[in-house]
């Protein structure tokens, strides 16, 4: 048997998948799409896995979700390596996406 480990950003060893996947799904559809479909397609999760593993920083969780609704899914880690420097412009943005979507789904507190 294979056993995977994905150490969370700040080098945490857990599995933060589904966190991963809700917080870059809402980016994407609420922050960039400006509207989520009702609903998440069940073949998300095995897109979202398969390319999980290439993902270096939280933006490219928000690339990802752009890729996969785009049908543009990337074999590997240099694929993925093009689309993210083609989109070099937007990864600001893919940024302050995943932190909102991040403290919607962890209740940050509010900054006043």
């Known amino acids: 048997m294979n056993t995977a480990v994905f150490p969370d950003l700040d080098g945490v060893i857990c599995d933060s998948a589904l966190e991963w996947l809700a917080s870059s799904w809402l980016a994407y559809y609420r922050s960039l799409r400006r509207r989520a479909p009702e609903a998440a397609p069940l073949s998300l999760w095995e897109r979202f896995s398969r390319l999980r593993p290439f993902a270096r920083s939280a933006p490219d969780y928000v ?13 590997g880690q240099a694929e993925l390596d093009r689309e993210r420097s083609a989109r070099r ?22 900054r006043a």
């Not at 690339?63 to 074999?75: N, R, T, V, W």
């Not at 412009?89 to 509010?110: E, H, I, K, N």
């Open 63 to 75: 690339l990802i979700q752009e890729l996969i609704d785009s049908g543009k899914e990337p074999a």
């Open 89 to 110: 412009d937007r990864l600001g943005r893919y940024t302050r996406a995943m932190q909102a979507a991040r403290c919607s789904v962890m209740m940050c507190p509010s």
